[in-house]
């Protein structure tokens, strides 16, 4: 537990920024649901795969190989567990991943777009486009898709976002520069890709409407996880020195996708933004209806070449 989870007050709900994945899921039954996450193995999909079957849902947790998804499941020691290869920068493996669920008639209760790749420091490309756009937003967009119709009539779809997404360029989404040939800035173009989450989030919410199902994203906070292994060494030297002062445990950054998955008062919110299990202002523009709707059809576009 750092200072601030100590000296920051709680929210509303009585859950804050040290509140744990353990404590804002204490009174949920999970037993009679399947939950879907990518990037199962490690940081905060890791603990989030924990709790979530500790509350005795059915997991099925993907990661970039087979392998590390079996060996999420040996180091938890949970038997309710469907291991999957998802690597969101291969449509090929995201196809095959789909079909597999659709091969066994499996409902999905709550589908957790936890993984991600931070502040590439040099511009790396998937099908053309910006690697962090491609991997955290078109992959996952890709992959929700292609679920839809193995979605549970109550769904929930949580995004893990992040308050970088304040530093994507200043209309939000470079619609002209998704390639990254014209400028790249790792942290721009990382704020771009948690910016696409959050308007992903709220056009899955907008599709929602009339149904049960339900989306929203969030900032987990500021973690030490194997997401920031592409940083400059400096930032990397940062984060250790001033973690234990300043950022979450992986259990306190858990918490807010844990409580928006599971929360079962939230559904009026569909389309909100989290903070701290709290519902959050995103920035303005990331509530632009039409900025919405263009990301959606511009993605649209994007997978249909794939």
């Known amino acids: 537990m750092s200072l601030v989870s100590l000296l920051k007050p709680k929210g509303p709900n009585g859950f804050g920024y040290g509140s744990t994945a353990e404590e804002v899921t204490q009174n949920i039954n999970l037993t009679d649901k399947t939950v879907f996450i990518t990037g199962c193995n490690s940081g905060l999909g890791k603990e989030t795969t924990r709790v979530l079957s500790l509350r005795g849902a059915y997991v099925i947790g993907t990661a970039r190989t087979k392998n590390k998804a079996e060996q999420t499941a040996k180091d938890l020691q949970i038997n309710k567990f469907l291991p999957l290869e998802c690597e969101l920068s291969n449509p090929k493996s995201i196809e095959e991943c789909v079909q597999q669920i659709q091969s066994q008639s499996l409902k999905i209760d709550i589908l957790i777009c936890n993984a991600g790749i931070m502040a590439l420091p040099k511009l790396e490309k998937a099908f053309g486009y910006e690697l ?97 292994r592409y940083m400059h060494p400096f930032f990397s030297f940062t984060f250790n020195i001033f973690s234990p002062i300043f950022f979450k445990t992986i259990p306190e950054g858990a918490a807010t996708q844990c409580y928006v998955a599971t929360a079962p008062n939230i559904a009026g919110l569909s389309g909100a933004y989290f903070v701290d299990c709290n519902p959050a202002q995103p920035r303005k523009d990331a509530e632009d209806p039409n900025l919405v709707e263009k990301l959606w059809q511009v993605s649209e576009e994007i997978t249909q070449t794939l």
Request: glycine share 8%; no cysteine; net charge positive.
């Open 132 to 228: 962090q756009f491609f991997t955290n937003h078109i992959g996952h967009f890709y992959l929700v898709k292609r679920l839809l119709t193995s979605l549970s009539e109550e769904a929930r779809i949580v995004v893990v976002s992040s308050s970088a997404h304040f530093m994507a360029p200043k209309n939000g989404i470079d619609f002209e520069n998704l390639k990254g040939e014209k400028s790249y800035d790792p942290w721009i173009a990382y704020g771009q890709s948690k910016m696409a989450n959050v308007l992903f989030a709220k056009g899955l919410a907008k599709r929602f409407e009339g149904t049960k199902k339900t989306a929203f994203a969030l900032h987990p906070g500021v973690i030490q996880t194997n997401l920031s």
